[in-house]
T-cell receptor
Framework: QQQVKQSPQSLIVQKGGIPIINCAYE??????FPWYQQFPGKGPALLIA?????SEKKEGRFTISFNKSAKQFSLHIMDSQPGDSATYFC??????????????FGKGTKLSVIP | KAGVTQTPRYLIKTRGQQVTLSCSPI?????VSWYQQTPGQGLQFLFE???????NKGNFPGRFSGRQFSNSRSEMNVSTLELGDSALYLC????????????FGQGTRLTVV
């Protein structure tokens, strides 16, 4: 199974709030879980990533929580700002033979942070 | 360090035509992957190249092809364009592939009319 399920589809929070975006996967062969941020007209930008041997990773205002047994991971954005308004994608990756890999993406969450 | 550069940024083609898109990876990166992004299907993996060899291919018809040159630059080609090929085509580069960080370009917006 290659699917990564992401929720919610859209999210509106007040400035300073903590939006949480959740993702779930089935394939236990996934071993790398990045999050990307995409603004309109731009390509996705890598935000933060985690491997399954770690339960939490924090970079600036962005935190990934990872639950290996539940096959779930989530992105928390602390002290959210209007500039964080974008579409966020979770992804999962695994080796696919010959040293290759491919990213399997969730469907995305459109975040709006209102002043 | 320059980022991933994709050209052209926008393209309009007619059904039945073919198109070639170009991607220049970050200097020193040897792995280039291509993704298709549409509102309905989201981001879908097309193929990955490393040292001029296609190492992996997604579930797309044979009309979609690509290649990589010795300087790691990559091109993808779509032949016999269909309306459903309208999408944002994204290129990502990474140093070695194999679950290292992947950095995306701004994409080429292809519209098929």
């Amino acid at each position: 199974q290659q699917q990564v399920k992401q929720s919610p589809q859209s999210l509106i929070v007040q400035k300073g709030g903590i939006p949480i975006i959740n993702c779930a996967y089935e394939n236990t062969a996934f071993d790398y879980f990045p999050w990307y941020q995409q603004f309109p007209g731009k390509g996705p930008a890598l935000l933060i990533a985690i491997r399954p041997d770690v339960s939490e990773k924090k970079e600036g205002r962005f935190t990934i929580s990872f639950n290996k047994s539940a096959k779930q991971f989530s992105l928390h954005i602390m002290d959210s700002q209007p500039g964080d308004s974008a579409t966020y994608f979770c992804a999962a990756s695994m080796h696919s033979g010959a040293g290759s890999y491919q990213l399997t993406f969730g469907k995305g969450t459109k975040l709006s942070v209102i002043p | 360090k320059a980022g991933v550069t994709q050209t052209p940024r926008y393209l309009i083609k007619t059904r039945g035509q073919q198109v070639t898109l170009s991607c220049s990876p970050i200097s020193g990166h040897r792995s280039v992957s291509w993704y298709q992004q549409t509102p309905g299907q989201g981001l879908q993996f097309l193929f990955e190249y490393f040292s001029e060899t296609q190492r992996n291919k997604g579930n797309f018809p044979g009309r979609f092809s690509g290649r990589q040159f010795s300087n790691s630059r990559s091109e993808m080609n779509v032949s016999t364009l269909e309306l459903g090929d309208s999408a944002l085509y994204l290129c990502a580069s990474s140093p070695q592939g194999s679950n290292t960080e992947a950095f995306f370009g701004q994409g080429t917006r292809l519209t098929v009319v």
